[in-house]
Nanobody, 129 residues
Framework: QVQLVESGGGSVQPGGSLRLSCAVFGDTYSAYRVASNCMGWFRQVPGKEREGVASISGSGTPTYADSVKGRFTISTDSAKNTLYLRMTSLKPEDTAVYSC??????????????????WGKGTLVTISS
């Protein structure tokens, strides 16, 4: 069983920064190593469809949604088996529940939720003055 646990959400003012973390846990028979396969961050606002924010392939190649390009950075730490999303210059429209996801394939195809096999429960990010 692979489990993804997000943390780091909260409430900040516009222009502020946050770093989201996604720790990956697995038992002996289902060990999942970050930086080996495609992982991603997604966000959802109530009443709207889930939006892909960023993905990173097992090769380390990142992909970003146009709405966050230049402001968000996705990365992994193999030693901590954790996926990160560094968010800067935050805007009110970035307010959403952010979820991390992991795939069993090495290379991402864009930022598509259909290709993901494991999901975290999400963490709320609120941008408000």
């Amino acid at each position: 069983q692979v489990q993804l646990v997000e943390s780091g959400g909260g409430s900040v003012q516009p222009g502020g920064s946050l770093r989201l973390s996604c720790a990956v846990f697995g038992d002996t028979y289902s060990a999942y190593r970050v930086a080996s396969n495609c992982m991603g961050w997604f966000r959802q606002v109530p009443g709207k469809e889930r939006e892909g924010v960023a993905s990173i392939s097992g090769s380390g190649t990142p992909t970003y949604a146009d709405s966050v390009k230049g402001r968000f950075t996705i990365s992994t730490d193999s030693a901590k088996n954790t996926l990160y999303l560094r968010m800067t210059s935050l805007k009110p429209e970035d307010t959403a529940v952010y979820s991390c996801a992991a795939s069993n394939v090495r290379f991402c195809v864009g930022i598509t939720s259909s290709g993901m096999d494991y999901w975290g429960k999400g963490t709320l990010v609120t941008i408000s003055s």
